[in-house]
């Protein structure tokens, strides 16, 4: 599952620089700023998933005695 979260984070942040941000001639900023924490939250939980993944193989190889 971690394989798919990480990627999201980062196609997050491509798709926030290819839609880019404009200054209208009122002087409003217009970005999709909500991609951003999107992006940020998706990394975390993929890393956070994929040390979680890890921490059981170690610990599933320490129990059986396997040391392949």
Do not use: W, Y
């Not at 196609?11 to 909500?34: Q, R, W, Y």
Request: net charge positive; aromatic share 8%; proline share 4%.
């Amino acid at each position: 599952m971690s394989q798919s979260i990480g990627p999201g984070g980062i196609t997050c942040f491509a798709i926030f620089n290819l839609i880019g941000s404009s200054v209208d001639e009122k002087g409003m900023l217009h970005e999709p700023f909500g991609l951003l924490p999107i992006g940020f939250l998706l990394l975390f939980l993929g890393g956070l998933l994929s040390l979680v993944a890890l921490l059981r193989l170690i610990i599933n190889k320490r129990r059986t005695g396997s040391n392949a």
